[in-house]
């Protein structure tokens, strides 16, 4: 069995202990994140049925991704970096997932070529919870409205919110922060936990976890 299967089966098999033992009403997603990390580390994965690819860069993804994609008729890529709106159009046509969605101009973006394409992408809105000036995401103080006008004005299929906690923080805290305000806008959907903190963010409900080094290794720094 290929490594990267053993280490996926592991985190599986760690998560379905933590739901089990918690009684919670679903497992999470898995996401494997293959940025950076070569077809030939992720075929294997593939030919398993692993469903859920992330990757953070669009000129990376295409490379990667828009040759393999129709082999794999049931593949869900997730688009989960910062996503510019120049680069809306191609992120539409490759990807089923954007968990990265934080702001107005974006959002007005996706809804046109979602039309042009005749295709609905399932969307979470990134929140800064750390309310850190270097990280992109909507204030807590703004989801709200936010919410209203991406699925009132635009119609986007908006299914959860995606948090990245700061460095060295307590992710628990910050779990729970987002879990409470998706509540608050009826969304069921979490994006959160990495490979350093999957099983906190399983615990406090977490739908999709971000996970790439527990699974792939250490990614090559060139």
Not at 47 to 74: D, P
């Amino acid at each position: 069995m290929h490594q990267s299967i053993e280490k996926l089966n592991s985190v599986k098999n760690k998560v379905n202990e933590i739901v089990n033992q918690k009684q919670l009403k679903i497992a999470p997603k898995i996401i494997v994140v293959t940025k950076t990390f070569p077809l030939n580390k992720i075929i294997p994965l593939l030919e398993s049925g692993h469903v859920h690819y992330g990757e953070n860069k669009i000129q990376e993804a295409e490379t990667k991704w828009s040759g393999i994609k129709k082999n794999f008729k049931n593949l869900q890529l997730h688009m989960i970096g910062k996503l510019q709106t120049n680069k809306a159009k191609k992120a539409v046509k490759l990807f089923d997932y954007i968990h990265s969605l934080d702001n107005d101009r974006l959002a007005s973006k996706l809804s046109l070529y979602e039309n042009e394409f005749q295709k609905k992408l399932k969307l979470f809105i990134q929140v800064n919870l750390g309310k850190e000036n270097q990280k992109s995401g909507i204030n807590l103080s703004e989801i709200e409205n936010f919410y209203n006008y991406c699925t009132k004005e635009l119609s986007l299929n908006i299914i959860g919110l995606m948090c990245l906690p700061p460095i060295d923080s307590n992710s628990v805290e910050y779990f729970t922060l987002l879990k409470r305000s998706a509540a608050e806008l009826n969304l069921k959907d979490l994006s959160m936990g990495m490979s350093s903190d999957f099983e906190a963010a399983t615990i406090k409900g977490s739908t999709y976890l971000r996970l790439g080094t527990a699974i792939l290794g250490k990614r090559s720094l060139t």
